[in-house]
């Protein structure tokens, strides 16, 4: 132990902690006086069970309590009042038209009672009946009864309104006099009249009595159709209506001259002096034409002074047909054309601008396969240059699922799924076969049916007699597909108790579909009576000998099994082989002579 380290002993308590206070615990150093104390934590209360010192009420509040056992200290609580426990509803007082009722309630507990009050009931009224007949101006007034508390109950009837008939005109407005119209009420016989405004006057046409013309004014009137009332209007003279200019008389447009007008109407000429003018020339008169290489020769002539002027056609410009004759290399880097003058027949020759190639449709050159890709080709119509692209590689299209190796008993198979366009595979997987398929058929080792039946038809079904009043266990071969022994049937008898059991030689070995009949009777016992399947009787499970066979003391077994089994493995033994084993024996030739014993048995019966 390092020096300056205390080599403390162990702590010795020198007070118990409680619940009210802390303990304390104290160790001392062995080799000097050193004291080191610390503190031990209180303790909890023990708290005893909870006792009911006061019950709750429906008005008071209840306590528990409980104290602790090493302290004495007492902790109580509060036990919440109880709600009061009501009885039903009774009615005090019953409600009625014109006041409230009420009803109560009283606590179980503490009689507390609790009172409410009930609606007051409606009016139960009988059907309105007219007190006062509403007329045209006055309203009227419908009254009904209550059958309860006999108050009644008033409502208003408005006034109908005065129902008066069409207006009817007793006397016709005038131009000049008012007329007047009547209306009588259907009710109350009151009479209604207005006044109907004079009418305006209503005029023909004006008609002209004499048309003003460019010296004196004319005058029109017009009739009142109604009164007969004239009413006459002058015409203003009107203004004179000349003709165009027609006469103008110039030594040179750009000198001026005159020109006159006459009224229509009154033959009144004016005469104006015009001022000079541009020359108004005719239209240009071609007097030697143009061409492209030569001017021409025109002129026009001034229609009101008559000053010729000539002016020569500039040469025309070539008149081109359309563009033609268009040569490529290479679209898009342009090329020639050509165009001739429908004139003189010159030709022009200029660059044609680059364009678009215009391919034709793609054409497949190579097909595309799987995994391999194809080429399509196009040409320009124009220039001739071809253009390629690339087909994509087409993906495997698989077809359906067929067998490549079909599955064997407990060998799995393979299934394969082949390119419909190249034939490859392109999926695999390995697949189980039913059991079922593979099954062949199960019996015990016995006398064939054909023995049994005297038929001439050779099955290899087999049947195996019992011997009923034996008691103890006997087992029987099992042979499969008449090749194979590859188990045994457990035939136990116990007094009136029997039961069937299976042992199978080979863990491969498997019984899929079972079948168990018994026969007393020879006579019943045909090829198609024994093919038919039975499962009243099943492998482990007892039945009872007498209700199932009653008297009998000898049956035949009809084993007929579905199973598959492993031709290979050594558990299972080949029949023919054994046979001959077996017949060398003693145990089998008693095997077979008893079960002839119990055939014969069963013959005699």
Not at 79 to 90: A, D, F, L, V
Not at 157 to 181: A, V, Y
């Amino acid at each position: 132990m390092a020096p300056g380290t205390h080599s403390l002993s162990a702590f010795v308590i020198i007070s118990l902690a409680t619940c009210a206070s802390e303990g304390l615990e104290r160790a001392s150093c062995t080799r000097c006086s050193y004291n080191e104390s610390r503190k031990m934590p209180r303790l909890m209360h023990q708290y005893s069970v909870w006792k009911i010192t006061k019950e709750e009420t429906c008005t008071l509040d209840g306590e528990i309590t409980q104290f602790c056992s090493l302290c004495q200290k007492i902790n109580s609580q509060i036990i919440p009042k109880q709600n009061h426990s009501y009885g039903e509803w009774t009615v005090r007082m019953v409600a009625s038209c014109s006041h409230v009722g009420s009803e109560f309630r009283t606590c179980r507990i503490c009689k507390f009672e609790e009172v409410r009050a009930l609606k007051a009931r409606e009016h139960l009224f009988s059907q309105w009946s007219v007190l006062n007949t509403a007329n045209c101006v006055d309203p009227g007034k419908n009254i009904r009864q209550c059958s309860l508390c006999l108050n009644y109950e008033y409502q208003d009837i408005p006034s109908k309104g005065h129902q008066f008939t069409e207006w009817l005109r007793s006397i016709e407005s005038t131009c000049t006099q008012l007329g007047q119209e009547s209306r009588q009420c259907n009710g109350c016989n009151i009479k209604e009249t207005k006044e109907i405004v004079t009418l305006f006057h209503i005029y023909s046409e004006y008609i002209v009595v004499s048309p003003g013309t460019c010296v004196n004014e004319g005058l029109k009137q017009h009739t009142c159709q109604l009164c007969g009332n004239q009413e006459k209007k002058s015409i203003p003279k009107i203004n004179h209506i000349f003709g165009s200019w027609d006469t103008f008389i110039y030594e040179d447009c750009e000198l001026g001259g005159t020109k006159s007008r006459e009224c229509l109407l009154c033959s009144h000429k004016e005469i104006k002096d015009t001022s000079s003018r541009k020359h108004v020339y005719y239209k240009w008169l071609t007097t030697q034409n143009a061409t492209c290489s030569k001017e021409g020769l025109k002129e026009h002539t001034c229609k009101y002074c008559g000053k010729n002027e000539t002016n020569s056609i500039p040469i025309i410009n070539h008149k081109y047909g359309p563009w033609r004759n268009y040569s490529y290399v290479d679209c898009e880097n342009g090329g020639t054309r050509s165009r001739t003058c429908t004139l003189c027949l010159h030709t022009e020759e200029s660059e044609a601008k680059p364009r678009t190639h215009a391919y034709s449709a793609w054409v497949t050159v190579q097909k595309a396969g799987c995994g391999q890709s194809g080429k399509q080709e196009r040409s320009c119509r124009h220039c001739l240059v071809k253009q390629q692209r690339d087909l994509q590689a087409l993906k495997h299209w698989p077809g359906r699922w067929r067998v490549s190796f079909a599955a064997q008993l407990w060998i799995p198979g393979q299934q394969v799924k082949l390119c419909r366009r190249c034939g490859e595979v392109v999926q695999e997987r390995s697949y189980n076969a039913s059991k079922k398929r593979f099954a062949v058929s199960f019996c015990t080792l016995g006398i064939s049916l054909d023995e049994i039946i005297n038929s001439e038809d050779r099955s290899a079904q087999m049947l195996t007699p019992i011997d009923l009043m034996q008691n103890g266990t006997i087992e029987y071969p099992i042979v499969a597909d008449s090749k194979h022994i590859v188990g045994r049937v457990v035939v136990s008898i116990e007094d009136d108790e029997m039961s069937l059991s299976y042992h199978l030689y080979s863990e491969r070995s498997e019984i899929l579909k079972s079948s168990i009949r018994f026969f007393n009777d020879l006579n019943a016992i045909t090829p198609e009576m024994v093919k038919k399947r039975s499962r009243s009787t099943l492998f482990d499970q007892p039945f009872s000998k007498s209700e199932k066979f009653g008297d009998a003391s000898t049956v035949l077994l009809c084993l007929m099994c579905d199973g598959i089994y492993d031709v290979k493995s050594n558990d299972n033994l080949p029949l023919v082989e054994n046979m001959q084993l077996l017949n060398d024996t003693t145990d089998y030739k008693e095997y077979m002579e008893n079960m002839h014993t119990l055939l014969l048995r069963i013959r005699e019966i």
